[in-house]
């Protein structure tokens, strides 16, 4: 069965930092792109960073460009996501979803990450 | 940036009803658009890609249509497990989702 199981959320000060995991199980995962979207409290989802299955290309949204870092270890099969100078803005849910051929077919339960002093 | 825009925002329908969502792009997409289904505090489901290609395991009572910049969800036959949340989504260029359509009884 294919898995994905993120970790990592909480509460965080602004300007604080965070590392989410997303632990990946049932499939081939250095055979997939990976993904990071993110679901403020109400709102839209949001796409915020994209890797490759080699990890040699990533993208990032504008928002949080400069401030996001995406990483993977396949010998692990996990993907992650560093956030540094965190924002109130950045309160949300973060999935992490597997990319097939630029679709979201498995997604993660997600995880909460609260910014607030 | 791709902008979507989805109408309504919400629809009141009862069991049995057929619905239409419109999900609109500010630039055409071709048919790289699909739709999800989310409940809350789920994770979204894929339920349609290429705009109108039914997802295995989807029911058919859901269908797609549309390219370019206008694109229609319908659900012929509202069942109880339909109430949700369904976003559209363009992958023509990285990802952008539209603001969502919660279904409601009515």
């Known amino acids: 069965e294919v898995q994905l199981v993120e970790s990592g959320g909480g509460l965080v000060q602004p300007g604080g930092s965070l590392r989410l995991s997303c632990a990946a199980s049932?499939?081939?995962?250095?055979?997939?792109?990976m993904n990071w979207v993110r679901q403020a409290p109400g709102k839209r989802l949001e796409w915020i960073s994209y890797?490759?299955?080699?990890?040699?290309?990533?993208y990032y949204a504008d928002s949080v460009k400069g401030r996001f870092t995406i990483s993977r270890d396949n010998a692990r099969t996990s993907l992650y996501l560093q956030m540094d100078s965190l924002r109130a803005e950045d309160t949300a849910v973060y999935y992490c979803a597997r990319d097939t051929s630029s679709l979201v077919d498995c997604w993660g339960q997600g995880t909460l990450v609260i910014v607030s002093s | 940036d791709i902008q979507m825009t989805q109408s309504p925002s919400t629809l009141s329908a009862s069991v049995g009803d057929r619905v239409t969502i419109t999900c609109r792009a500010s630039?055409?997409?071709?048919?790289?658009l699909a739709w999800y289904q989310q409940k809350p505090g789920k994770a979204p489901k894929l339920l349609i890609y290429k705009a109108s290609t039914l997802q295995s395991g989807v029911p058919s009572r859901f269908s797609g249509s549309g390219s370019g910049t206008e694109f229609i969800l319908t659900i012929s036959g509202l069942q109880p497990d339909d109430f949700a949340t369904y976003y559209c989504q363009q992958y023509s260029s990285f990802w952008t989702f539209g603001q969502g359509t919660k279904v409601e009884i009515k």
């Open positions: 049932g499939f081939t995962f250095n055979s997939y792109s």
């Open positions: 890797i490759d299955g080699s990890a040699s290309t990533t």
């Open positions: 630039q055409s997409i071709s048919a790289r």
